[in-house]
Nanobody
Framework: QVQLVESGGGLVQPGGSLRLSCAAS????????MAWYRQAPGKQRELVAS???????NYADSVKGRFTISRDNAKNTVYLQMNSLKPEDTAVYLC??????????????????WGQGTQVTVSS
């Protein structure tokens, strides 16, 4: 099985910074695109940023210039550096990854996996 585990959330003052990490582990053959989403109370889940296996990135307009997504393929980990945080960035942040697994019978399947989420609260 595959697991995604996020870390790095917490409480920060407006204008502060946080760095989120999401590490994938398990029977992984390869990892394709990885992404961060967020969901605030009463709102729909929204894409924050994504990164392909080749390093191409995409950002929501609301975080461009403040957030940076990166990945370490050797560690199967994706990061989200968040600077100049605003109260409206408060949400549960979740990572996902498109991962190919290899079964015991050598069959390959690609699935989208999600982490459990980490709370980010921006407040004075």
């Amino acid at each position: 099985q595959v697991q995604l585990v996020e870390s790095g959330g917490g409480l920060v003052q407006p204008g502060g910074s946080l760095r989120l990490s999401c590490a994938a582990s398990g029977s992984i053959s390869s990892i394709h695109a990885m992404a961060w989403y967020r969901q605030a109370p009463g709102k729909q889940r929204e894409l924050v940023a994504s990164i392909t296996s080749g390093g191409s990135t995409n950002y929501a307009d609301s975080v461009k210039g403040r957030f940076t997504i990166s990945r370490d393929n050797a560690k199967n980990t994706v990061y989200l550096q968040m600077n100049s945080l605003k109260p409206e960035d408060t949400a549960v942040y979740l990572c996902n990854a498109d991962i190919t697994i290899t079964t015991m019978t050598s069959m390959k399947y690609e699935y989208r996996y999600w982490g459990q989420g980490t709370q980010v609260t921006v407040s004075s």
